[in-house]
């Protein structure tokens, strides 16, 4: 089992800048992937970024150029760093992890987190 958990979550000004965290416990991090998945009030979870076990990345096109996915190791936790937030980036965020290398697929994840709650004001 692996045990996840994100915060870093908040209220924030169009354009602004958070920064998620998601702390994991149980097994082996760095022999997971990690994903961040997003959703939004009435719509479906939407794949937002993953990196894998050797540190590659990859990005949805919503969020390239603006959102930087990272991951240390040592600390078993992963990072979103989010820039020039826009109001559609309002969700809850939740982070993932999967045990066979990344995946954009929400259902491929193995274990998640609860969320935390992402708002952007225009």
């Known amino acids: 089992q692996v045990q996840l958990v994100e915060s870093g979550g908040g209220l924030v000004q169009a354009g602004g800048s958070l920064r998620l965290s998601c702390a994991a416990s149980?097994?082996?991090?760095?022999?997971?992937?990690m994903g961040w998945f997003r959703q939004a009030p009435g719509k479906e979870r939407q794949f937002v970024a993953f990196?894998?076990?050797?540190?590659?990345?990859t990005y949805a096109d919503s969020v390239k150029g603006r959102f930087t996915i990272s991951r240390d190791n040592l600390e078993s936790t992963a990072f979103l760093h989010m820039n020039s937030l826009k109001p559609e980036d309002t969700a809850v965020y939740s982070c993932?992890?999967?045990?066979?290398?990344?995946?954009?697929?929400?259902?491929?994840?193995?274990?998640w987190g609860q969320g935390t709650q992402v708002t952007v004001s225009s």
């Open positions: 993932a992890a999967r045990a066979y290398g990344g995946s954009t697929y929400f259902y491929d994840y193995n274990y």
């Open positions: 149980g097994r082996t991090f760095s022999n997971y992937a």
């Open positions: 990196i894998g076990m050797s540190g590659a990345t």
